[in-house]
């Protein structure tokens, strides 16, 4: 089963356009057969991307610290639930998991999430494909700074997006983009 792994936002404050999309994402996947994998929170775009993925039958796979089903933060809602002791045990675990990786909008832990993914990519340690799914151009400025230290000669000159992750507009053409990349691999 193709599983793709999902980093987003768990704030309940999160705009209703991107929860929307992550609903989306999640209903998409399951619909393909695809599992999804994501931080196991309940609230804001974690949230949805699990509600999205069961109401179309999927598999919901949560990656979460102990800390955090501690302080009741863990959706009891997932198909399977994986408890780890660090965030760093969660995020290396959110990435091998997964035969690719969506970025849907979120705040810093979102960030640190995907930053140490893209590195990991620069450094050959992982060559699953990555996507940047920028809703309303939420992360336009991101991908602005991304050129912009590319262009300072603080990167190895890369095709941007390309070598190290891809940009997609909607929840199905992120999709699109982990098939077809995938099917490239293989």
Not at 54 to 72: E, N
Not at 158 to 168: E, F, K, T, Y
Request: glycine fraction near 10%; charge should be negative; include cysteine.
């Amino acid at each position: 089963m193709t599983k793709v792994t999902v980093y987003c936002a768990s704030s309940p404050d999160a705009p209703k356009p991107f929860i929307d999309a992550a609903f989306e994402l999640g209903r998409l996947a399951a619909e393909r057969g695809w599992a999804t994998v994501s931080g196991a929170g309940t609230l804001g775009l974690m949230g949805a991307v699990v509600a999205g993925t069961l109401s179309a039958g999927g598999t919901a796979i949560g990656v979460i610290p102990q800390f955090m089903v501690d302080r009741g933060w863990a959706n009891l809602d997932m198909t399977e639930l994986i408890t780890v002791d660090t965030m760093a045990q969660r995020k290396q675990l959110l990435a091998d998991l997964a035969d690719g990786v969506i970025a849907l909008p979120g705040g810093i832990g979102t960030l640190d999430e995907l930053m140490d993914l893209l590195t990991r990519c620069q450094l050959g340690m992982y060559d699953r494909p990555v996507v940047i799914l920028n809703i309303n151009g939420f992360y336009d400025h991101l991908l602005a700074h991304l050129r912009h230290t590319d262009d300072c000669s603080m990167m190895r000159h890369l095709d941007l997006p390309g070598d190290l992750w891809r940009v997609a507009s909607t929840p199905a053409e992120a999709l699109d983009i982990i098939a077809a990349e995938n099917a490239c691999r293989h």
